[in-house]
Nanobody, 122 residues
Framework: QVRLDESGGGSVQTGGSLRLSCVASEDRFNTYCMAWFRQAPGKSREGVAV???????LYADSVKGRFTISRDNAKNTADLQMNNVKPEDTAMYYC????????????????WGRGTQVTVSS
């Protein structure tokens, strides 16, 4: 079992920046893929970014060029740097992991955090 704790959410104005952090409790095996998802009220959950243990990344089109995912394998952390944020980025952001070797935003993830709220005002 992997526990994921997210932090760093908050309120920010359009064009501003936030950095979200996710700490995994343990288990190198189950954190090969670390990803960030988001869900806005009344909308379906969507994948934002994913990173493999080796550092390969994949982004949703809506955040390419603005968000950057990174990880520190020694600390079991994955961060999401959000720049030039827009009101449509407002959502609850969740960290997720899986030990599966095929990292994508469309696959099932095994472990989820409780989320951190991001609110972008215009």
């Amino acid at each position: 079992q992997v526990r994921l704790d997210e932090s760093g959410g908050g309120s920010v104005q359009t064009g501003g920046s936030l950095r979200l952090s996710c700490v995994a409790s343990e288990d190198r095996f189950n954190t090969y893929c670390m990803a960030w998802f988001r869900q806005a009220p009344g909308k379906s959950r969507e994948g934002v970014a994913v990173i493999t243990r080796g550092g390969a990344t994949l982004y949703a089109d809506s955040v390419k060029g603005r968000f950057t995912i990174s990880r520190d394998n020694a600390k079991n952390t994955a961060d999401l740097q959000m720049n030039n944020v827009k009101p449509e980025d407002t959502a609850m952001y969740y960290c997720a992991t899986t030990g599966g070797r095929s990292c994508s935003l469309g696959r099932a993830y095994d472990f989820w955090g409780r989320g951190t709220q991001v609110t972008v005002s215009s």
